[in-house]
């Protein structure tokens, strides 16, 4: 298994590019050409089971992006949890 390494850094700031409401901050990647990962767990699991989940997000490119994409990711429960050196494009 290839495993990724996520050394780049975020800041929550207003954006410079193409600015919305005022006060209105998201998170921006400071760091060119690495990985970037970011995540938070729910209060309570979802179960989409018999019902339609949207799941929507934004990406704001303040200075384009050089290489690779933006993608968010729901990850699947588990006993132990993700850790962050087994995580890769392939977990589930």
Same mark, same amino acid.
């Not at 929550?12 to 409401?21: A, K, L, T």
């Not at 990647?29 to 767990?41: D, L, M």
């Given at each position: 298994m290839q495993v990724f390494s996520?050394? /780049? $850094?975020? +800041?929550?700031?207003? #954006? %410079? *590019?193409? #600015?919305?409401?005022? /006060?209105d901050e998201g998170l921006v !990647?400071? &760091?060119?050409?690495?990985?970037? +990962? !970011? %995540? *938070? #767990?729910f209060d309570t699991p979802l179960n989409p089971a018999g019902k339609t989940l949207v799941v929507q997000y934004e990406v704001k490119l303040q200075k384009g992006l050089d290489c690779g994409g933006a993608y968010i990711k729901l990850? &699947?429960? %588990?006993?132990? /949890?993700? $850790? +962050?050196?087994e995580f890769s494009d392939k977990t589930p």
């Open positions: 996520y050394v /780049g $850094q975020w +800041a929550v700031e207003e #954006p %410079s *590019v193409f #600015p919305g409401f005022p /006060g !990647i400071k &760091t060119k050409a690495a990985h970037h +990962a !970011i %995540s *938070v #767990p990850l &699947t429960d %588990s006993e132990v /949890g993700i $850790q +962050a050196e």
